[in-house]
């Protein structure tokens, strides 16, 4: 079974470091740095209320994503270094904004938005 040769201990850990790092970003980038942006554009998002009494879905949904994306990593590249890992993060990155950005297509999100 491929899961055997996977070092599990340390996929539990990269799992847990990945979904914290998750949120971190999240919030510098969407609370920080683009938190202006959203509070111009407040018309296209929920109310702040609801927004935060959804909080915790945002939070459960940073653990699915982080096992996906540090079982990929042990599985495909198992002994690579920090370098292949930064790379493998841009594309997995550039995968993510590309299905973001289609789904624009179908929600009214401005421009601003999307090409800033």
């Not at 111009?40 to 609801?50: A, D, G, I, L, V």
């Not at 459960?60 to 495909?76: D, E, K």
């Not at 550039?94 to 789904?103: A, E, H, N, P």
Request: charged fraction near 15%.
């Amino acid at each position: 079974m491929i899961l055997i040769a996977m070092n599990i201990p340390h996929l539990i850990i990269s799992i847990i470091v990945l979904a914290i790092f998750f949120f971190i970003y999240d919030f510098l980038v969407h609370g920080v740095l683009l938190g202006k942006m959203y509070k111009e554009t407040e018309e296209f998002w929920r109310p702040e209320e609801e927004l935060m009494s959804r909080m915790r879905i945002q939070f459960v949904s940073y653990v699915p994503i982080a096992i996906g994306f540090a079982t990929i990593w042990a599985l495909a590249f198992p002994g690579k270094g920090v370098k292949c890992g930064v790379i493998y993060g841009f594309l997995i990155g550039l995968i993510s904004v590309g299905g973001l950005m289609i789904g624009t297509v179908f929600t009214p999100t401005p421009d601003q938005v999307i090409l800033p």
